[in-house]
């Protein structure tokens, strides 16, 4: 069983994995110390063998031997969901290729979380998770991103979440959005949407701003508006006072034979001036 956890608040774990946690002969765990903590919140006792970045390797091994003397295993890492950026990943993949059930337990994920209350909305989403901590690697990794007409989705640490807004401002562009959540399900929690331009200063003025866990969630790249004629920049912004932005979007672009998207962006843009 590959078990999700929660990424702060204890309460927040699936009955079905309270059901596979207690009831498995043996529990892999990230720290076998935190998950402890986890378990003695509900009242768990159970067998746990660590599993960790720096012996998947030889865990995986114990686990496979487990596996095939009929034993039922729960891999659980730190927070949220194995496997996404955490270990798991070896044993999950050795496991299946040697003919082992592996069943998915589905609960907690700080990027899901965090897109959830982001409220992009963007059909699509691009997770990346960490990336590099030195800037020049950073910068050419981001290069790549930037182009790309999806949400972007990142994990970053707090001591170093200032230079990789700053980094996502420089290489994405100032005037995209971004939401930063921190703290998720946590007492601290804190979820603040502002321009790649506004983070920095955001970030800057607490320190409390720059504790804790981040997921930085980018909005889409604007699509170019600079080509629409002024009737579509007009009409767009006339039904838009009367109607949802999307249904005048797609009248405007009826009319005026031009970009719905671009519209749409277009009056995207209007209401945030406005806003
Ligand atoms: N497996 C986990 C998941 O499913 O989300 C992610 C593990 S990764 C090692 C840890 C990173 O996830 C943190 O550095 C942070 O970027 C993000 N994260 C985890 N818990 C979080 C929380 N409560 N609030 C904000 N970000 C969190």
Known sequence: YVVATPIGNLRDITLRALDVLAGVDV?????TRTTRRLLEAHAIHAR????HEHNERAATEKILFLLAAGKSVA???DAGTPGISDPGAIAIARARKEGFRVVPIPGPNAAICALSAAGTSALRFLFHGFL???AGQRRRELEELKNLSSVLVFYEAPHRVVECVEDLAAVLG??????????IT?????IHTCTLGEAGKWLAEDANRRRGEFVLVVAE????????????????????SELPLKRAAELAAALTGESKKALYAHGLSLKRKED
């Open 27 to 31: 529990i892999a765990a990230e720290d």
């Open 75 to 77: 891999l659980v890492s």
């Open 48 to 51: 746990l063998v660590a599993l």
């Open 186 to 190: 946590k007492l601290f929690e804190e």
């Open 221 to 240: 790249p604007e699509p170019v508006v600079s080509n629409l004629s002024d009737a579509g920049r007009r009409a767009v912004q006339v039904l838009a």
């Open 174 to 183: 100032a005037r995209r959005m971004i939401t930063i959540a921190r703290e």
């Open 132 to 134: 590099p901590a030195k």
